[in-house]
Structures are given as C-alpha cells and as structure tokens.
C-alpha cells in the first residue's frame, strides 16, 4: 500500500503528518518506508535522523552527438518540442535543463548521430530510523526538473512495504508525480482561506487521477469554519484535527518528532490507523 | 523600472502576506503572483479582474480511434505512461502527455495527431495603488516555469503602461524550474523563513540556488520567537554568508484570523510589535539595490 500525503499549500504540516505517521506504523510492527518526495527542499530526515545506509545518483538522459556522423540536417531541432537543441551550420548547442529525455530527437536522426548520456540531477538516500526505513530524494542545487527525481524516489520504495509519501506542495507535474498511483492521498490544510483555496486545487487534481482521498486539518483553531464545510460538500472525510500548539510548534522548530512530543498527534495517528485498517481500499 | 521579489524555500512561511502588505505599504505598485500553482495572493488584494485569458503552452496527442490499429507501438515509446489500451486500440492520457512528439513517427497508420494545450488561465486584476497579474496552472500541468514567465512579461508591460515603476513579485516555493523562472531580472529579493530545523535548511538550498542565478537575497525571519534559539542560529548563518537580515516578525495569532477575513496584519487586533516590524522591514526592503 502506498500514502501520499499532499497539499496544494506549502507549510501547512505534511512533513509532520508523514514522519510521524511512517514512524507510529513502524512501531506497531509494519515494515514501512518513509519516502521524501518534496525533493527540492526534503526535510523528513531532519525529524527522523537515520543512521545513513547508502544512496545513489539519479541520472537522466540528454542527447549525445556523434560528430563524425551528424550531416547538421537539424531534423533533430525541429522534432524537439521543448527547444532543447539548436543546430548551426557548424556547430550545435543542447540545453540540458529544457530537455524532457523524451528520446525523440534520436528516434527522428535519419544519421544515427543522436546516442543518450547519462546526466546526473540527484541523489536518492537510504537510511534507517527505529525500524522505519527512510528513503530521500534530493534534486542537485541548481536543477530546475524536479520529476525525474520524484519519480526514481517513489519508484524505488519496495512495492511489499507499506509506503507513507511526502509529497512537494502544489497542484503541477511535481505534486502530481508524488501522488500518481497512490492507493489513498491525506491532504494536510488549515483553516484559512489560503488553506482552502489550494485545498480545492489539491482535491481537484486527485479527482483528475482519480485517487481516493481524506483530509487533516491542522491548526484548526486559527480560522474558520470554511474547510470543514468544503469537506463535507465534497464528501471526503476528515481523519482528524490538531490545533496550534506552541509547545508542539517548539519542539518541531528544534528537529524533535512530532509523534513523540504531543498527544494530540499521538491520537491523530490512531485515527489515521483506525481509518486505514477499516475504511480504506 | 525595480522588481522586488519574496521568495521562501520552504512553503507556509508567510511569504503571500509579506508581499500583500508591502504592496498595501508601496502605494502605487504592481504585483505579481507567481505561485501558479496555488495562488493565493489575489486573497490578499481585492479589486476587479479583467476578464480571465487562456495561456496555451505545448501540445497533448491525441490517438484517432477509427485509425488505430492496435499495434502499441507508440506506448512502447512513450517514456511517460501517457498512452494505455483501452480495447482493441490505444488512447492518450492528457495529464500526463508532455506532447513531446516521440510517438506519432512511431505510428505506422499516422493515427497521431496534437492540440494546443490550455495550460492555465490568467488575468489583470485592477485595484487600488495599481494592478495585479495572477493565475492559475490548469490541473496537473507541467508548465508552471513558462506560466512565470508569462504572468511576469505581462506585469513589466502592465507596469510600462501604467506608468508605475514598482513590481512586487510573490515568488513560488521550492528551488527548481518555477522558482527559476522567477530569478531573472530582479532589482531586490527577500527570503522569509522560519526558525526551525526545516526552515533553516531550505533557507540553505536556497540561497544556494540563489548564489548560482547571481541573486543575492535579504533575509527575514517570520515568527522568530518560536524559537529565538533557532533565530540566532540562522542569523548567524546569515551573517557568515554576508546576507543581510533585515528583520524578525514575532508570531502572533492574530494574523491568520485577519488574514481569514481577507484583512492585512497591519492593523488591530495585530500587535503593535507586529505592525511596527512589517513596517521596518519594507522600509529597508524597498531601500535595496
């Protein structure tokens, strides 16, 4: 089974949700990875602190040419829909940050001169916390395509472990990599109308990829009554509440679990538990 | 023309409400919401939108069923999984097709044929003081970068025509291609964090990505005294780098309830510490070079 746990608003608790909810699951004696999708700033190991297993690079793959080959027809240029290459007449330039690694441009070389290379835009780390096993995606500094390295991170988690994802903000092609074939999605939101407005966004796209969904809403008590009544029209079901607690809030700004630090979460997580062992596919 | 950009790394950390109260504090300026894909800014600052414009950006495929023979062999190229059976014949997923044209030479009854893409929408919206230029990404769609840069062009012409010489950009979290595109061509740009483990690391990553775009970003710390321990370590952080700190916000529950009725932080039941902190700060801001 695998958990994403989203959020069209950036900041409104995933992280907390995720790590403590991969960590309450370990302790109960599921084997459950933890996987940080939110690879442009992941900050799940930051509460878990695992002892480092391993990691590897995560490449994509860029047109390569063959000089003694290429005729500078430029076919590749113009069957390139992402502007990637540009061919003169002796000379060529590839921009490896527009470049989709759709493979076309090699498809489409009637020369043969086009070969795929390996770039490296990541790392994927591995590492152990109290039973949990957690898995991190990290996009290089200076990257701009953060999906590949989305999809190597989710792709990587052992299909028989129970998976919890912590998936990047937003509702366009990062957000939607994290979240695409998850068997349920928890959406993380508070009650403002920020909250809100991107809460609708989040549940729309999990409508598109047909997903199943539940909600949390957290800080419940700084605002209003306006996400309860969204949820309630659109029939997802809320899985529980946590209000704004400074202590909490104290103890997650020095790197503690949440889990481990409030009750109110510990009981979040139970219905969670509760939810997932009845309620869910 | 100056371009003064918020930007945060991290998500949540109050960079809508920064840049909705220094627009309100600006007076005459325009502003820009480049979170495209949760836009929140136009909460903030109310006024009357123009009527909303389609922003097309690349192609889907589209499979001709009566041409289709079943064959597979554009699911077979298809690095996306954006082609999948249905029946006898293949049909396009739209979410997940980046109409990057690898398919359709692989079809040998040329049953492939592409649609423009509505990518989003976005709109002018008049308000008091100026403009603001805002979005929103259509579901799923990967074109945020290019949306950036779209509703960014469209502030610098609105900005151009008004006569307004001011541009406040609300910039999208993370530190790839959106938040890429709205690196170029800045005057100033801020950074607010948070004092906790998360935001000291993004803020990290961030200035990073910064560094390698020639920004050179001001720091801010929002609801600093949530952990004052924290606050001192990013700021000595900041300090080291020589990134200028330019204030701290105190956390005060009373923001999310103004925000909730749409109102900025700069009035009661907003403290006065609060008031006076946003205030110093956009001085200083709107001061850089």
Redesign the interface.
Known sequence: MRIAIASGKGGTGKTLVATSLAWWLAQRGTPVTYVDADVEEPNGHLFLHPEPVGERRVPILIPAVDASRCTHCAICQTTCAFHALLVMPTHWMIFEELCHSCGACVAACPERALSEKKVEIGTLRLGQADGLEVLTGVLDVGQARATPVIEATVASAPKERLRVVDCPPGTSCSAVASVRGADLVILVTEPTPFGLHDLELAVRMCQALDLEVAAVINRADLGDEAVREFLEEEDIPLLGTLSFDPHLAKAIAKGQLAVKASSEVRSLMSSILDYLTEEAP | MRQLAVF??????GK?TLVATFTHLAGQAVAVDCD???A?LA?LLPGEDEPPRDFFA??KAVIAADKCIGCGRCAR?C??DAIERAARTYKVLP??C?????CD??CPTDAITYTPNKAGVWTRRRREGGWLIHA??G???????KLVAHVREQARLTAREAGIDLILVDG?????????AAMGDLSAALIVT??????E??LI?FL??AA?FEVHPAVVVNKWD??P??TERIEAMCAERGVPVLGRVP?D?AV??L??Q?RLPLEAPASPETISALRAIWERFSALD
């Open positions: 945060s790394g991290k998500g949540g950390t809508t495209v894909d949760a929140n909460i690349g192609e190229v690095r996306f979410l997940f980046e109409g990057c044209h690898a030479p692989a929103e990404l579901v799923a769609q990967d074109n945020s970068g999208p979290p993370g530190i790839g291609c959106p938040a890429h948070e004092p906790s483990v998360s935001g690391h993004d990553r990073d990505t390698r949530l952990s321990e924290l956390f529950a999310p309830r925000l909730t749409g």
